[in-house]
């Protein structure tokens, strides 16, 4: 069982940066693929990025290039270092855990954990 928190989220103003922090419980935090998703009201859950057990990394095509993924096994935590921030950025993000799996890592039905997810608002 793992038992994923975030924090990290807020208002920020367009253009400005946020870093969410998922800390998971659980001695085998290295051998999980690590996720972000966020879900904006009305709409379905989307896949943000992923950091792959073995260290790899891919992101959703909106928010290439503005977010960054990473991970610290020492700490069991990972990140997501959010730059540029857009409007359409808004949503409740959630962290997502899962047995390092061989594909995108886009599919949320792929991940067995989830956090309680947190609120990231970006004002124009």
């Known amino acids: 069982q793992v038992q994923l928190v975030e924090s990290g989220g807020g208002l920020v103003q367009a253009g400005g940066s946020l870093r969410l922090s998922c800390a998971a419980s659980?001695?085998?935090?290295?051998?999980?693929?690590m996720a972000w998703f966020r879900q904006a009201p009305g709409k379905e859950r989307e896949f943000v990025a992923i950091?792959?057990?073995?260290?790899?990394?891919n992101y959703a095509g909106s928010v290439k290039g503005r977010f960054t993924i990473s991970r610290d096994n020492g700490k069991n935590t990972v990140y997501l270092q959010m730059n540029s921030l857009k409007p359409e950025d808004t949503a409740v993000y959630s962290c997502?855990?899962?047995?390092?799996?061989?594909?995108?890592?886009?599919?949320?039905?792929?991940?067995?954990?989830w956090g309680q997810g947190t609120q990231v608002t970006v004002s124009s």
């Open positions: 950091t792959w057990s073995f260290g790899s990394t």
């Open positions: 659980g001695r085998t935090f290295s051998t999980y693929d």
């Open positions: 997502a855990a899962r047995q390092s799996t061989y594909d995108s890592g886009a599919s949320p039905r792929s991940y067995a954990y």
